[in-house]
Each structure stands twice: as structure tokens, then as C-alpha cells.
């Protein structure tokens, strides 16, 4: 829109060059911004869809049906193959298609589009490659070929220009596909986990901020920030892109450059998430003074919990302890006038952290806690621990004695176990793995490599949450540390799980494993695509089902959640979320296998829920360090469900995980122009609609809003707007 309106420029069509795939919300996305088509050049390695899996002209639908034409070029240099030219920006010379043997060479690329069954006359033939713009020399590759050749006919075109024609012809000849092309390149980013996790967590804290900036401009005076979080945007944007600054692997990034490393190089790359995150923090801090000098207080210390996501929340709140809090203090909701139970935990080297249940915080609003001196709430009763087990309402889960993985997660309302006894690896196991290479793309296994001299511990025990502590070791390789973790009031099971590793040059590859006791209950086979599975993912912009919602050939090793994923039957099932790990493996540990399905007849993982989280592993060939090791943080939750789970469930469960409420602190008593101690600014119904996002529009006129419905129904939103002194119109 803004090259349109600033430059007339009207864009029709987009290409994706050199990755291998892309989300499934892409096509919604960009039919809704009049794109209507892509030129898709895969690289081809790490993908299927070279092989013939996939068709070469197609339709391709989104979550909600809305539709792009795509081209989907065998190679994204595969134009090199057929031209010859001097390359302007590296002087050298491309060797392609020489002129006196042209008719034989091109017509070895006809004839591979004529035996698919392409009916069409016209080829689109992708001329690019790495970092290289347009160049003049191809109007001179085409004009002499053209004098030379009577058929077939070179001409530059533009990507609309091409499609146009084709859409003239035969349009009803065109397949219709649905799904999305999970990109076989997702794994390289596990090649320094700390930098994937800033980046993951980055990503959701960014607009979270923004909506609270947003509303500070709204009704507290505060600046609009546009350029700001533009930049912060562009910064992120450059650490997911995936070759900026770095393109060694013979690099160490823990050795500098002056001694044959790449240490500079990496810490610039990972800059750039760094400053998103950094500028993040900034903005909130500034944004909630704005927010915060606005709510009227009497106590000497308020605690202002702010929820920037647009549903009502009930959840735990982790903060640092006020400096200037009172020995004992005692915890008030301000809105019920109740005493609110509390732990403080102590961890060596990090402030004290206060903990507790903050109770039905308003959407994109505030409630207010007091503290003030007195004893501490009693609570109600604290999960018990006996031994290898823990135990609350809700949950009792046991360890096995020799790792210390979970032996039982059993259900007590639902009185199932959701532990796969036979599963491969034990429940939050780590699982350390050795590689020989082979080829580039094959690997031999050498070995596992099992946990060892397991040690388990009582952990925390109050009226908030009880949990148990594992340790131990993978040889001289790593240690660990697991924190189990049930809840008095909650639902729900947290793992927070610390590794500290050396780093390892041979190849390797480390998970955590979860085997789901959730087989499924269909029996169905994939060849005539009418199969099902258990398994959901949240993907950006739809709910993706595993094989069924893919393209043809995408790649199945590797997925990620974006915010959760569901093994769910119809009687019950699971949500699983994770903070700092984005990639996930499916019904076992399928790296490097490059799967045309899942669920193939000899062996369908998807029947089985067995869920492995892909942590970090070093078998890329470019753009990643050769070796990592460091302390790395990696933070799981999951709820279980009966048969009344909806995808609302698991949208509330998965954004609350990774968006957890803001805590600010408010010193003295103040008279803002906010008396209410709880107070909602927006809502949006019904359930199924969220506000994805809240921004300044870039002209400073006005807000925008970004809608999500999750739940994949036609819906009307409903958007109550309550700011004090501002007018609101579409």
C-alpha cells in the first residue's frame, strides 16, 4: 500500500528465492494484499518437492481458502543452467546453453515439463542467484537466441506479465492446491540454540510491547514510535535472514577471526536480534510510565499487572521482588480486596522473584496488586511431594529413579495416563546423539549417548507450586538440571529444563523427547488423502494438520509451533507449548531423513504421540557454526483434555505461554485519572477473534488493528473500544 500510494507502484506478484518454503498463512497474506502470485525458487537442497513431488503450476489456497497462483521453478538458478553471459557484479563467466547446441540443450528442459503433463506453451524460466540484481546482458542473451532460433521464443517478463498470459489459456487446466511448504531449512537456525531462542522469544515480545505503546499514545500521552519499532522490525527481520553476516562453517564462533575464527562475524549476526529485543525492553520501560502515572493509588507499593494480549487472563506472574518491599509483606488484590497467596523463589546469582496467581486481569488492561506489611496469605494446599512423586488436584506425576525422566503423568479428573511406557526415550528425556557424515545430506548414527549418575531432589514447596529438581550428566559433555513443576491452582505442568555444554565438533544432534500415551484413532492411509492424525500445529496464520495440509513433497523431518501444538483425539488429547525451542519432530527423531509422508503404511509416526523437541545440532554445510556449547534455558508447558477441547483452549494456553503478563512497579501513592484498581482499554469477542496486532499507522493518523480468528470459522469480530477521551471511527 505505501508503494502504491507514495509511488504508484502497483504490485501484483512476489518471489521466494532460494528458501525452500514457506508458512501456510503465506498465501492468505498475500491474496489479502493483492498479491495474487509467486514465483517460488527453491534452492533444492533439503527439499522434496525438486523430485516431481510437487506440480510445476498450481493454485494454492490458505486457511481460509483465499488463493495465489504460484510457479514453483525446479532451481532458483536454474537460469544460469541455460544462459551464457559475464556476470556484471562477479565478472565471471556463466556457461550455459551455448548458442550452437541450443536446440538440444533447451530441449531437454521442454521435455521435462512436457512428460509431467504441463499443458501449457509458455515457460517461466527463473534467471537468479545469490545477492544479484537484474542485468542488461540477458536482453543481449535473448536477442541473440531469438535471432538465431525460430522456436521456442526467449523473452523478459515481468511476473504479472507471465501469469497474465497463462491465465488467458487454459486456467481450468491448473491444479487446486491447499496447505502449506514447510521449509526444510528451519533446522539451521539450531546451530547456536541461545541466538534461536532470543530471536523466538524477540519475536512475541516485540508486539507485545507495540500493543502497549499503542495504547500509551492512545490515553496516556505517549509518543506514537512508529520508526522505532520499524527499525526494531527490520533488525529482527535481518537475524531470521539467514546468510547475513555469516557464511563459514569452518568458522568457530568462539574463536576470533585474527586466529581463523568467526567469533566478530557471529556476534554481528546475532546483533541484530539483539538490538529488537533490546529496543523491546527500552520501549516497554518508557511506555509503562506512561501507562502506570495514570492509575490511582493509595498503598506505598503497588504491583500494576498489565495483560497487552484481548482476553481476560488468569495466570502465574513471575517479577523481582520490589527493592523496597516491607519483611513480612502481605500480597492484596485491589479489585476483590482479598489476600493474595505467594512464593519467593531464590536463585544464585539473579534477584528474588516474586510469584503468584494474578486472577482474571482485564484484556488489554491492568489490575492492581497492593503491598503492604503483614503476614503473607496462607493459601490453600501446596502440591505434595513423596518421594519420586508430585501431586496436586489435577495431576500426580512420578519419575523413574534411574534418569529421572516422567515414568506417569496420570490425569486425575480424566483418570488416564498420558505417558507412552513404550516410547523410545523417556518422558523430558534428553537425548544426546553422534554422527558420522556420510554425503552432504546422509549421516550414519554412532551412538546415544544416555543420561547419567541422576540425582532427584525436592524442589519448591508452597501455596503457589511444589516441584521436583533432576540432575546429572551426559558423559563429559554436558550437564543438567530439570524442574518439574505442578501448580495449586492451575491445570498445567511446567519443565524448565538447563543445559550447560561444552562445545562439540564431531557431529551431533540433542532433543528433548515426549511420548505421548495419544494414539490415534484413525486408520486411514495417506495415498488417498483422506487419512487423519492427532497431530495440530499453530502455524503462523492457520492450525496446520501434518501431510494433509502440506504441499506435496515439503519437507516432514522438521515443523515448528508457533505457539503450541495438539496431539488430541477426539475423547482427549494434549497442548504442548514451548518457549525458547521452535522446532519440533513428529512420532520420533526423523532428522536428516528427508520424508516424502509421515504416515507411510510401513511405519505411520503419526499413529503415535510421540513428540521430540529439536534443540541444537551442527550438520549444516554453510551460514552456521561448526560447534556450540554454553548454558542454554529450555522451557516446556502442556495441559491435557478431555473431549471438550477447542482451538480457543489451546490459542489461550500456547500466546499466554509465550506472552506471560507485565508486572510494573508503582511506588507511593499517586491520584491518576484511573481509579479503577481493574481496567480493560479493549475487547474483542467473540473468543475466537485476537488481536494479533496494535500498531500507530505510519502516516500517525489513527491506529490499526490486526484481527486473528482462530478457530478457522466465518466470524463477525466484535471490537468494544474503551479509551477515556478518544473518538473512535473506521
Known sequence: ERLSREFGIHLEGAILDDVNGFTWGLPEVMAKAGLRYLVMGSNGDRDNMQNGNAPTLFYLAGPDGSEILVWRSIQYVEGFDLLTF??????????????????????????????????????ALQVASD????????????????????????????????????????????PHLRGGAPDGWVDLQLGEANSVALGRQTENYLP???????????VAGGPGRQDDFLKAYNELLMWEEHTIEWYDIRADIYVDESLGGGKQHWAEKVGHAQYAHDAAQQIEKECAVDLCRNIQTAAPLTLAVWNQLSWQRSEIVRTPVPPRSPHPFRLTDAASGKDVAYQIEKREGVPDTLIFLAEKV???????????????AAGGNAPAISGLNLENEFYKVSLSEKDGTVSSLMDKQLK????????????????????????????????????QDVQIVKGASGPVYSSLK?????????????????????????????????PGYPKETVHYAFPFAIPTDYHFWVDNMAHQNTYKIDVPGGVMRPDLDQIPGSIRDNYVARHWLSISREDYGTVWSSVDAPVVQLGGIQTDKYLPWLTMQDDNWLARGWLYSFLMHNHWVVDVPIAQGGDYLFR???MTHGSDWCYNDAHHFGW????????????GAQGGKWPEAARSFLEASPENVYLAGFKTAEDGKGVILRLYQGAGLATNAVINFKLPGVSVKS
Open 131 to 174: 545477492f544479484t540484481p537484474p542485468f542488461k546482458q540477458l536482453s543481449e542473451v535473448a536477442r541473440a537466441w531469438n535471432a538465431q532460433w525460430a522456436y521456442p521464443k526467449l523473452r523478459l517478463s515481468t511476473i504479472p506479465e507471465f501469469f497474465h498470459y497463462i491465465e488467458t489459456q487454459k486456467k481450468d487446466c491448473i
Open 208 to 218: 507485545d510491547v507495540e500493543r502497549l505503546s499503542t495504547l500509551a499514545s492512545l
Open 636 to 638: 516446556y508447558s502442556l
Open 86 to 123: 559475464d556476470d556484471p557484479y562477479t565478472g565471471r563467466n556463466v556457461k550455459g546453453v551455448n548458442m550452437q547446441e541450443g536446440e538440444k540443450s533447451i530441449a531437454r528442459y521442454f521435455d521435462r515439463h512436457e512428460r509431467s503433463g504441463y499443458p501449457f506453451d509458455a515457460i
Open 416 to 451: 488416564r495416563e498420558f505417558v507412552d511406557c513404550h516410547g523410545e526415550h523417556g518422558f523430558n528425556g534428553l537425548v544426546y546423539r553422534l554422527q558420522e557424515r556420510l554425503t552432504e545430506r546422509e549421516y550414519k548414527q554412532l551412538g546415544e549417548i544416555p543420561m
Open 656 to 667: 499466554s505461554n509465550l506472552s506471560p503478563l507485565r508486572v510494573f512497579t508503582v511506588e
Open 362 to 376: 482485564p484484556s488489554l488492561g491492568y489490575k492492581t496488586f497492593r503491598v503492604e506489611s503483614g503476614a503473607p
Open 470 to 502: 533432576i540432575s546429572g550428566h551426559v558423559e563429559y559433555l554436558c550437564k543438567f538440571e530439570h524442574e518439574i513443576i505442578l501448580y495449586s491452582q492451575l491445570k498445567r505442568v511446567d519443565f524448565i529444563n538447563r543445559i550447560m555444554k561444552k
